[in-house]
């Protein structure tokens, strides 16, 4: 459709070709923008246009797009972090078609699974409970329907991170939130997050910001997440704590002090902070942190005391390939994920990756050599049956009326399912040597 279309014209075209929106050709952009029948109903409605006024104003650019090569699930994860609801679709350079959210969700489930659509209405905190509420049933359809780990954790991530911001942005008054910026740690800073966990978060505050309801408004947002499902961190790692509000200038003097500080909780509270990634405000505040962060990486002391963590739970794994549990069942996050997520961690800061998730961190050490590609794609493949081992027998505990945890009961799993957990625990067994021989840990 040309930029010369008219309103008018462009809605007859909607109704005729019975789609929700049409791309625009204007000359003086070098490709198409995109308008839909929402566009159209606000020019004439709000904006009070004229129906023969040209549609080209009204597409917006530059195009999001998807290639026809990419997973369905990318198309999903995308809208969700953009904040969109349809994005355009390539093979090669050419666009054959849009892809909007409604269609790609009841690809997978129903439409009372809409989240994303519902968190971008939402108005009040109960809106967003009633949003979230949905976000459990979601991740049961379609694991049972055989998503991928890793593009499952990335859906699950964005979701949450929609949540988020959406209190975010309720709880804080418009004129501050340009001046602070949420960050999330840990596991949904990797976004490697399934079902609803602790909260750990933090704040990066602008210099020189003066709120007397900075304090109030920290600890009405943690109130508001433990509301809608996200139970307070036993760390108490969370923006309610002073510990994890701090000013610009105070995050760096706290890098600093982390580097010099090799103390178990000064350790665990920078490996956290090393997967953080902003969630609402002004991520700008966070960029020179964020590369302060990197440089850590040349202090090789620091990798060794970080490193040194990869080692400190025994294998599940027996010397002869047995399967070894406690009293209360196998812990699949000491024995397997943690060794894996933490010595990919450290890996990626020794060679100044940026990537946050874990399977990203696997490819970009095999292109950097930090890393064999055999043994990475062995590592991708043994985390991502560690995690489905895990959120099955969450979702089962869940079943039970009981709270999800990381414990396995092998004796319960299928022929198959041990057999793959063995595999993964050898492969785990296997990088943990790895990781030894790179950083130099005695036996």
């Known amino acids: 459709m040309a930029d010369t279309t008219s309103i008018v014209e462009a809605r007859a075209r909607l109704r005729e070709e019975r789609v929700d929106c ?63 609801e349809r994005v355009a679709v390539r093979e090669g350079n050419t666009i054959v078609g849009t892809l909007g959210m409604a269609e790609v969700l009841s690809h997978y489930a129903s439409h009372s699974h809409l989240i994303t659509l519902r968190l971008a209405r939402a108005r009040s905190l109960e809106d967003v409970i009633d949003a979230a509420r949905g976000m459990d049933r979601l991740v049961r359809t379609l694991h049972a329907q055989g998503a991928r780990m890793p593009a499952l954790m990335e859906l699950v991530s964005a979701l949450n991170s929609r949540v988020m911001g959406r209190l975010f942005e309720l709880l804080v008054p418009a004129r501050m939130q340009s001046r602070l910026c949420l960050l999330v740690l840990g596991s949904e800073g990797r976004r490697e997050q399934l079902l609803k966990t602790d909260q750990d978060n933090a704040l990066v505050v602008e210099d ?29 790692v969370m923006v309610s704590r002073p510990h994890w ?54 202090d090789e002391r620091l990798l060794h005391s970080m490193a040194v963590a990869v080692l400190q739970f025994e294998s599940p794994l027996s010397f002869f390939g047995q399967l070894r549990q406690g009293e209360r069942g196998l812990d699949i996050k000491r024995g397997g994920i943690f060794p894996v997520v933490h010595g990919l961690r450290c890996l990626a800061l020794k060679h100044g990756i940026a990537q946050r998730s874990s399977f990203a961190r696997c490819d970009a050490l095999v292109d950097c050599g930090g890393l064999d590609a055999p043994l990475a794609r062995d590592l991708a493949q043994a985390l991502a049956v560690l995690q489905r081992l895990r ?5 089962a505990t869940l079943d039970a009326g009981g709270v999800p945890d990381n414990l396995l009961h092998p004796d319960t799993l299928r022929r198959l399912d041990r057999e793959l957990l063995r595999d993964a625990l050898r492969v785990v067994k296997a990088f943990r040597q790895h990781v030894r021989i790179a950083f130099h840990l005695s036996d």
């Open 391 to 395: 959120l099955d027998a969450q979702l």
């Open 208 to 236: 020189g910001l003066d709120w007397p309801g900075l304090e109030d408004a920290m600890a009405r947002f943690t109130a508001a997440l433990a509301e809608v499902g996200y139970p307070p961190c036993a760390g108490g």
């Open 245 to 298: 509000r701090l000013s610009a200038t105070q995050w760096r003097a706290r890098l600093d002090q982390w580097r010099s500080q090799y103390d178990p909780q000064a350790a665990m509270d920078l490996s956290i902070t090393l997967d953080a990634r902003p969630v609402a405000g002004n991520a700008a505040l966070f960029a020179p942190l964020e590369a302060q962060m990197l440089a850590l990486g040349g």
């Open 22 to 84: 049409l791309l625009v050709d204007d000359p003086a952009h070098p490709e198409p923008g995109v308008v839909t029948r929402t566009d159209l109903l606000d020019a004439l409605t709000v904006d009070g246009l004229p129906v023969q006024a040209p549609v080209g104003p009204l597409a917006s650019r530059p195009l999001v797009t998807q290639q026809t090569t990419d997973v369905l699930f990318q198309a999903l994860v995308t809208m969700a972090e953009r904040h969109i």
